[in-house]
C-alpha cells in the first residue's frame, strides 16, 4: 500500500502517513475494527499452542533464516525507513542493523532459555525448573526507530515460544509490515505474528484484553504510563521504556577533538529523536571555552530530506513536532538561555514544506528551565556549566530521568568515579550513545522505564517466560530390575 498514487483508490477507515520532507501522504494502511483487533488475538491464541510446542531447534531455524532474509534486504527496508519517517539512508541502516542484532541474539536461544536443576536435593529427590512461554504478548512501537524497536520485541517474545500481537506507530506501519513478510517468508507459522494498525483504541484493545499476557512497550512517558498503569492493573506484565534527557559530561582533560564531534553526531544526529540523544551537555569547568568550537562544528552539519546524498540530518516527524521544537526554543530564550544557533527558520531547497529545524544550541541554561526540563526530541542541543565533577553528578541526578549518559575524560579514575555515582541505567565512558548489544540488556532506569524486566538480553528472556519448577522423587528401591532374557521368547504369554 506504500505509494503516492495508490492510496487515493482505497476506501477503508485508514492511518495515513506522510514523506516529512514534503509532508504529502504516501500511504495509508487499514485502521484495525473492533472485529478485526479481536480476529488478530483470536489468531495468536489459535497458534500458540503448536508454536509453544515446535521444538526450539525448529524455533532457531526459522530465527537462523529470518536473520540472513534481514540482512538480503536491509538496503530495501533502510529506504522504506528513510521514505515514510525522513531519517538519513545511512541512519536507516543502522536502525535496521540494531534489529538484526537482536534477531541474531534470538537465535542463541538455545543456551537463553535453558533451566535450573540441583540433583539430590535430598535422598532420591531431584529439582529442575523449566522456562515456558507466556501466551500471547502485545508490543506497542514508537516512531523514531520503526525496524529496531519492533525487532527488540516479536523476535525475543516468539523465539521462546510465544505468538505475538504487534503495533507499529501509526506514522510509521510500513517498516514492519516488511519485516513481517519476511518473518513469512523465514517460515513462520500462519497466525503466530499479527498486525494492528491505529492508535489510542488499538492501545486500550491490548491493555484490556484478557488473552493477552504481556505488553512491550516503547514511546513517550505520557502514553508509557498510562499503559503501565492499565495494562498492570488488567494483570500484565508489562515493561515501558521512555523518554530520556541524556547528559554529557565533558571533562577539561577530555580528548577535545573526539568530544565535540561525537557531541554534536549525538545531539543532531537523526535530528535529535532517538531516546539516547545526547541532548543535553554539562561543560565542566575550562571544557567551557570550547563552546564556540562546538556551535561552529554544529552549524557545519547538512540538513536535507534523508535520501539526498550527503544529508546529516533530516526533517522532524510532523508540522506538530517542528511547532514544539521551535514552542520549546523559544520559551527557553524566553527563560534567559543563550541561543547561540538557531535552526527554526531552515529553508531546505527543494523541500520548502518539510519539517526541517536546523542544529540549535542553547547555553547558559539553569535547571529550572523548560527547554532543560522537558525532552525536546529535536535537534537542540541545550548547555550547562558545572565547576567541578562533583556538581555535575549531582546536576544529572537531580534530573528525574535515567536512560542514558556519557562522560568524556581522559582519566580513569574521573570516569570510574562518575560511572558508579550516575543514576543513570546506561553509561558510556568516552561512548556518547551507550545502547548495549543484546548479549547485554537496555537498562534505562528511573523515569525512562516502568517495569521490573527490560528489552532483550537475558531480561528480555525473563520478560517472555515464566518459570515452572518440578520437584521428583524416584526411590532407589523402585527401580526396576531386569535381567537378560536367555530363553526363547513364546510370544504368547
Ligand atoms: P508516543 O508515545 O507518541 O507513541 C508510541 C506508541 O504509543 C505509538 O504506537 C502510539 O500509537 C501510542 N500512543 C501515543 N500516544 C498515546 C496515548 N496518549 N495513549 C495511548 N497510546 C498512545 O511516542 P513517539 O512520539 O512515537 O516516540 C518518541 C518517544 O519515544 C520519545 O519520548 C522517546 O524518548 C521515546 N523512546 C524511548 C525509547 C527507549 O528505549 N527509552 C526508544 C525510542 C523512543
Known sequence: MVGRDRWKKLSFDAVCFFLQATNEVVGRVPKATASEMEAAVASCKKAFWNWSETSVLSRQQIFLRYQQLIKDNLKEISKLITFEQGKTLADAEGDVFRGLQVVEHACSVTSLILGETMPSITKDMDTYTYRLPLGVCAGI????FPAMIPLWMFPMA????????????????????????LFQDAGAPDG????????????????????????????????????????SRN?????????????????????????LNQLVGAAFGAAGQRCMALSTAILVGEAQKWLPELVDRAKN???????????????????????????LIEKGVKEGASLLLDGRNIKVKGYENGNFVG??????????????????????????EADTLDDAIEMVNNNPYGNGTAIFTTNGATARKYSHLVDVGQVGVNVPIPVPLPMFSFTGSRASFRGDTNFYGKQGVQFYTQLKT???????????????AVVMPTMGN
Open 158 to 181: 516468539m523465539v521462546c515460544g510465544n505468538t505475538f500481537l504487534m503495533k507499529p506507530s501509526e506514522r510509521v506501519p510500513g517498516a514492519l509490515m516488511f519485516l513481517a513478510k
Open 470 to 484: 518440578i520437584i521428583s522423587q524416584w526411590k532407589e528401591e523402585d527401580a526396576t530390575v531386569t535381567k537378560p
Open 301 to 327: 552539519l547538512r540538513v536535507n530530506a534523508g535520501d539526498q546524498p550527503g544529508a546529516d540530518l533530516g526533517p522532524l516527524i510532523s508540522p506538530q513536532a517542528k511547532e514544539r521544537v521551535c514552542h
Open 141 to 144: 512501537a514508537p516512531f523514531n
Open 359 to 384: 542544529p540549535t544550541i542553547l547555553a547558559n541554561v539553569k535547571p529550572n528551565m523548560t527547554c532543560y526540563k522537558e525532552e525536546i526530541f529535536g535537534p537542540v542541543l541545550v548547555v550547562l
Open 235 to 259: 494483570g500484565k506484565r508489562v515493561q515501558a521504556n521512555m523518554g530520556a534527557k541524556n547528559h554529557g559530561v565533558v571533562m577539561p582533560d577530555a580528548n577535545k577533538e573526539n568530544t
Open 192 to 231: 503466530t505474528l499479527n498486525i494492528i494498525h491505529g492508535q489510542h483504541e488499538a492501545v486500550n484493545f491490548i491493555c484490556d484484553h484478557p488473552d493477552i499476557r504481556a505488553i512491550s512497550f516503547v514511546g513517550s512517558n505520557q502514553a508509557g504510563e498510562y499503559i503501565y498503569e492499565r495494562g
